[in-house]
């Protein structure tokens, strides 16, 4: 059922309060979200240049090819299972996101994208990573003539499908393309995560009055309770560090920590056939943003804390992206 407006309220909703009306906003907010909004496809663009390819300068895009077709066969058959550990979501990657793709194309590049990175990880064949690529870069700028008309309630779920493709691209072009600074591209891909879920914080009620609802319910704690002493013992690290720390950096490490703690309690207890992922992938957007300036700089605890995270995402699901 579709939370009230208390549940969205409560500590047991991962999204922060920054959902608002769909009356008029405040000009500091409006500007707030569009610079967001740029960070986050200027990082989008910073991902998908690991991959060799670029796009020449037309805008629009050429039709869809031959190839194209066999990804969207591919993506249809298999990969749309690798999206969520909860079977009863699979008809929503399957049927769902490719009808409202077909309605909001850069959702359709995106999934392209992903669809062949997945498909190099078993086929090793250049053509792939050029499609990918070339897929991506189309959606990028698809994605930045919608943000100039503005995100608004027709186009929000391809715009919140599309953000969780982006996670899976982010972190596979990492497992396709030898990683030259892997933290580096992980410290990105959270940013990116961070970025995209600014975009479409502000139709949440919009999302879940949707046929995305589902997803949308993933990122909503469920009670699920199981030990995560290993991550709470990270505080006694932080304690016994002996301090130097810059200013309010140990109660930021605090901060993640505790976050991190919750998310892992739930995620472990999640009982088999219910989605995790959408719990995981809260923590990066849960972090208090000096969080990513320490990891930025190779902070030790900052990159311990962050090594724990990896191995919560790594034991939660068999995730081909993340090989």
Not at 28 to 35: F, L
Not at 223 to 242: H, S
Request: hydrophobic content about 45%.
């Amino acid at each position: 059922m579709p939370l009230t407006q208390t549940d969205v309220q409560s500590d047991a909703c991962v999204w922060p309060d920054v959902v608002q009306s769909s009356g008029c906003k405040p000009a500091a907010t409006i500007s707030a979200q569009k610079r967001r909004a740029s960070q986050c496809l200027d990082s989008l663009d910073a991902i998908n240049r690991k991959l060799p390819w670029k796009l020449p300068g037309d805008a629009a895009g050429p039709a869809f090819t031959a190839e194209d077709m066999q990804l969207l066969h591919q993506f249809s058959t298999k990969t749309y299972a690798t999206f969520d550990t909860a079977p009863s979501q699979y008809p929503i990657w399957q049927h769902t996101a490719i009808r409202i793709g077909f309605q909001h194309r850069f959702l359709l590049r995106g999934l392209l994208a992903v669809s062949a990175l997945h498909l190099a990880i078993t086929e090793d064949q250049t053509w792939l990573l050029a499609s990918s690529s070339v897929n991506f870069n189309f959606a990028l700028t698809e994605i930045r003539q919608v943000m100039d008309l503005g995100v608004d309630d027709a186009n929000a779920p391809a715009m919140f499908l599309f953000s969780a493709a982006v996670v899976v691209h982010a972190l596979a072009v990492g497992s396709v393309q030898q990683a030259i600074d892997p933290l580096a591209d992980m410290v990105q891909c959270i940013r990116t995560i961070r970025g995209v879920m600014s975009i479409v914080q502000p139709f949440y009620h919009v999302l879940i009055a949707s046929e995305v609802e589902p997803l949308v319910l993933n990122g909503i704690r469920k009670g699920f309770d199981a030990p995560a002493e290993d991550i709470l013992a990270l505080k006694e690290l932080v304690a016994e560090w002996g301090g130097g720390w810059a200013p309010g950096e140990d109660t930021v490490y605090g901060e993640a920590i505790d976050h991190l703690y919750a998310v892992a309690r739930e995620a472990r207890g999640c009982t088999p056939g219910i989605s995790v992922l959408g719990i995981v992938f809260s923590w990066p957007h849960l972090l208090p943003e000096p969080f990513l300036s320490f990891l930025d700089d190779r902070s030790p605890i900052a990159v311990i804390i962050f090594l724990h995270f990896t191995a919560l995402m790594d034991s939660s699901a068999d995730f081909w992206c993340l090989d």
